[in-house]
């Protein structure tokens, strides 16, 4: 005879332990009762220390300040609409989210733009794209207005400059349509991390906490108002969704996973390479804590399938893998990336780097360690209140059979496996206690995030970056604290984990509904200096430090150098020889156009204004000259340039016609009933041969027809024809009982 649960019997056969009794050699009821709550107190310790900590490492003040009410009305907001729970409509989750990415990025909407460290590059990048889309080309591969012409979206990741295109549609100035395009990655951030996250815990309001965390977390911040990294940002917003569709893909795999964790794989690669690079580190972690770190048949067959899946992905992806593998050996692509002395040794950062709150107060750049400046380099910080939520990710003891506890019924907990909206059986939940471990998603997401948080986190540390300098995925890298971008995923992820194991610990009382909205208050004053901006940039209207004095384009020089801002609008035709993307410079081009303090070598290039320390106005070369064959003075020729495509009008003559464009190979002449490839000139210009009988117009055109282009334009359709094309899949398993469904 058995007593109800938690009381003594008095009489019949001896209870085996598990149920209500002791297992022998067990420690007394009580120890393990004051164990659990000493454990409680050390789980919250670092939670309650929070506030004490962040005035103890708090320094400088925020130069260019953000506006208290927008992230205070923010808060409050949260709080209101997370308070109803389960009966607040789904769409206010949405909203919510995306109000997250909003609110933190809302300096963006100040008059002017932030001064970063790659504006100047990705701003002039952002004209020349939207110039090229403007002259009729869907799909650039070269754009004119960036060096002596580049194939820079070819090399450079271009899903970003098209996320942007909407804002140019309403006139707007480039800068603007710029540093909207970050408002819309940040949205787009919290939109998928709190799909993710929701899909992992089945919290609500613990799927909104990590899209607030995801955010307003400081490096998210630092990209996109310090550094101002265009694809790093936008590759921010794929994130959740590759490591959800990945893991998925490795843990269950068959074609539904295997073509998501494919497509996000793709799509990652043409927003940014270096992102998924660090997301291949980190998986490969992921599945290693996933099997304990224990060589094994199933930690082989999972490294062997996260590599199939990746592959898969980048085949998926080779409109633009394929001809960046090609033709990266014309690029300086190695050169930028530090050659024989890979840059990612140098950089490694200090434990303290990532705990003192050092504000934004001045515009600084990232120091190699052991140069003068290194005291002076750009903050890392990467959130107190952070790295104080992640022991309480882990899931709560269970205390009559040491399991993680279930998400009994709350407010805001969903099951699964239950309609959206519906609260969970508190009998179904208890009936499945102890199937726990294997259909809790925590159970396994919960240790890998972990994994892949800290271990983020120790590669952005010195020695690690010296240890792994010469390991490939690390050194394309350059910098070992990009690693920061997956640490701040991992982190944000494991807030929503640790709101969920919270809220359910405050069981039925009502305050425990604003503990979601009392987390988010606390991130939101953490990160509230990392809202604002170093430096800051006024709007212009025309060409920035040039034309302000000059009436019509028509004055405007043909190409400038060292000119900080391309013009406001597109409809102002301007090329900018130096200060962008060298690294898809020809070598030949790069040396020869390299010494621009002699005029003589900018004046070769077709630049008739520098601003190397001072305005100065040369005299340029013709951008398309002809040479006689006679020897007679070299003439200008009339010329249309646009569009990836070239013509000239032809003087009748012999002799050779000399391009002021750079050569790369692809470039294709069209004379009469003649097609060959373009020359190239000692320095690296485009030159073609010319006969007395040549005359009209000479056509030059950027091929797409070559062999890695056309390759990669028709495998990218076949691999995803072959992914969503509901056709019987040739791999295809029967599924387990706890697989979840795909959307």
């Not at 701003?123 to 580049?150: K, N, Q, R």
Request: with cysteine.
């Amino acid at each position: 005879m058995t007593d109800a649960p938690g009381q003594e019997t008095t009489s019949g056969p001896p209870r085996t332990p598990g149920r209500t009794g002791q297992a022998p050699g067990a420690p007394p009821a009580g120890f393990r009762r004051h164990f659990r709550r000493l454990e409680g107190l050390l789980r919250y310790l670092p939670l309650a220390a929070t506030p004490l900590l962040l005035w103890l490492l708090s320094r400088d003040q925020v130069k260019v300040k953000p506006t208290v009410w927008v992230s205070l009305g923010y808060v409050v907001a949260f709080a209101l609409l997370t308070a109803w729970g389960s009966r607040r409509p789904r769409w206010i989750d949405y909203v919510l989210a995306a109000l997250a990415g909003v609110a933190a990025t809302h300096v963006l909407f100040y008059p002017g733009f932030p001064q970063g460290h790659d504006i100047t590059t990705h701003l002039w990048g952002t004209y020349g794209f939207f110039e090229t889309i403007h002259a009729g080309v869907p799909l650039p591969l070269w754009v004119h207005h960036l060096g002596l012409g580049m194939p820079f979206p070819m090399f450079y990741p271009p899903l970003a400059f098209y996320l942007m295109l909407p804002f140019e549609a309403f006139r707007l100035p480039v800068y603007d349509s710029f540093k909207y395009g970050f408002v819309l990655f940040n949205v787009l951030s919290g939109l998928s991390m709190y799909f993710v996250v929701h899909r992992w815990t089945s919290s609500r309001s613990g799927a909104l906490v990590a899209a607030a965390a995801y955010c307003f977390a400081p490096y998210h911040l630092l990209e996109s108002q310090y550094r101002v990294a265009v694809a790093e940002a936008a590759g921010m917003a794929i994130l959740p969704l590759f490591f959800y569709t990945m893991h998925r893909a490795v843990a269950s795999p068959g074609r539904t996973t295997w073509r998501g964790a494919a497509t996000w794989t793709a799509l990652l690669a043409v927003t940014h390479p270096l992102s998924l690079s660090m997301a291949g580190v980190a998986m490969g972690l992921w599945t290693l804590a996933t099997c304990r770190f224990r060589p094994s048949k199933l930690l082989f067959k999972r490294l062997g399938m996260l590599f199939l899946v990746a592959l898969l992905g980048l085949v998926a992806a080779g409109y633009y893998t394929i001809p960046v593998a090609a033709e990266s050996r014309y690029a300086s692509i190695t050169h930028t990336l530090g050659g024989r002395k890979p840059l990612y040794g140098r950089y490694g950062l200090k434990p303290s780097e990532l705990v003192v709150r050092r504000a934004w107060s001045k515009w600084q750049r990232a120091e190699p360690r052991g140069s003068k400046s290194e005291h002076n380099e750009m903050p890392f910080y990467f959130g107190i209140s952070l790295l104080a939520m992640l022991p309480l990710a882990w899931p709560r003891r269970s205390s009559r059979t040491g399991a993680p506890e279930s998400d009994y019924p709350r407010p805001d907990l969903e099951s699964p496996g239950a309609p959206r909206g519906a609260p969970e059986d508190p009998k179904a939940g208890r009936a499945e206690s102890g199937k726990q471990e294997a259909t809790d998603p925590g159970s396994d997401v919960v240790p890998g995030l972990m994994v892949v948080t800290l271990g983020a986190l120790a590669l952005t540390l010195y020695p690690m970056d010296v240890l792994f300098a010469r390991f490939p995925p690390m050194t394309i890298l350059q910098f070992p604290w990009r690693f920061l971008a997956i640490a701040t995923f991992g982190a944000s992820a494991l807030a929503g984990f640790a709101t969920r194991t919270t809220v359910a610990g405050a069981g039925k009382y009502r305050w425990g509904r604003l503990l979601p909205a009392g987390f988010v208050a606390l991130m939101v004053f953490d990160f509230f200096p990392y809202q604002g901006a170093a430096s800051w940039r006024a709007p212009f209207d025309g060409v920035y430090r040039m034309a302000e004095r000059r009436k019509g384009i028509d004055k405007l020089p043909f190409r400038v150098d060292h000119l900080s801002f391309p013009p406001s609008h597109t409809d102002i035709d301007l090329s900018l020889l130096r200060r962008v993307y060298p690294e898809y410079f020809t070598p030949t081009t790069r040396r020869a156009f390299k010494n621009t303090k002699k005029d003589s070598v900018l004046e070769r290039a077709a630049v008739g204004v520098t601003f190397k320390k001072r305005k100065r106005t040369l005299h340029p070369r013709p951008y398309a000259e002809f040479f006689p064959k006679d020897g007679g003075k070299p003439v200008g020729l009339a010329f249309e340039r646009a569009g990836e495509r070239i013509r000239v009008s032809l003087p009748g003559r012999a002799g050779r016609l000399e391009i002021k464009e750079q050569w790369f190979p692809g470039w294709m002449v069209t004379l009469g009933d003649r097609h060959f490839e373009v020359a190239s000139t000692s320095d690296g210009l485009m030159v073609i041969p010319l006969a007395a009988t040549d005359g009209g117009t000479v056509t030059l055109h950027f091929s797409r027809t070559r062999w890695d282009r056309l390759l990669g334009a028709v495998v990218t359709p076949l691999t995803l024809a072959l992914l969503w094309w509901p056709a019987p899949w040739p791999f295809r398993r029967k599924p387990r009982h706890d697989d979840r469904t795909d959307t």
